[in-house]
């Protein structure tokens, strides 16, 4: 399967951070296919080029999200990882992502290289306090739209076997999905603002691709 980052895999094999790389990879992907299952049962998504929950939302990101970011710039958009590495975003608005863009349709510049909670916003399942799946539609989904479906629906909490009789699939518990990501990264309980945290690993990745490309094979 190909990797979004492979410029990056590419020349820094055998190290730690390759390994992380891979796996936070790893774990993105299993994000997709059980939201792809979701979506193919539910036929039930985000409006098209909302981007409401980005409006006044920065993400905080896992040291492993944050070095995904980072590589994904770098293989991506080399000219941005560029000036991020300098503390230098494309989008500077405070109380917002850097990287979403307003007056654009689909407005995130970074979208396959997000973090996991952007992938899990609108489209998963959390937890009630008896630990039993339930479901919520977005709070910014048109309250008109939800009425119109069939059978109509309301913003309120769903429990998973409602959800299933609507949709006849239940969405991927973002709880689950998230302690399967926590379980390799080296600092899991701490997270930091995408501009607190991604200048330093972007720095760091260019310095570990440097120093591979460095050293001698023998």
Known sequence: MNS?????LERI???EEY????????????????QQEWYSKSNFRCPEGCGCCCEHFEPDLLENEA?????????????????????????????RCPFFDPDSKYHCTIYNGRASICRLFGASG??????????????????DVLAKHNP??????????EIKKVFGAFP??????????????PDDDVTRLVRDVLPERVRHLMWIM???????PR
């Not at 979004?4 to 990056?8: D, G, K, N, S």
């Open 4 to 8: 979004e980052i492979t410029p990056v």
């Open 13 to 15: 094999k055998g190290t």
């Open 19 to 34: 390994d992380i790389l891979v796996e936070t990879e790893s774990a993105y992907r299993r994000i997709e296919t059980a």
């Open 67 to 95: 070095l995904y970011m980072a590589a994904w710039l770098i293989s991506n958009k080399p000219e941005w990882a560029e000036q991020v590495a300098d503390g230098k975003f494309p989008f500077m608005a405070k109380g």
């Open 126 to 143: 959390s937890r009630d306090k008896f630990g039993n799946g339930v479901w919520k539609p977005c709070k910014f989904y048109p309250a």
């Open 152 to 161: 109509p629906l309301a913003h309120r909490q769903y429990s998973a076997e």
């Open 172 to 185: 991927p518990v973002m709880s689950d999905l998230m302690e399967q990501e926590e379980t390799f990264t």
């Open 210 to 216: 440097e120093l591979e490309e460095g050293r001698d």
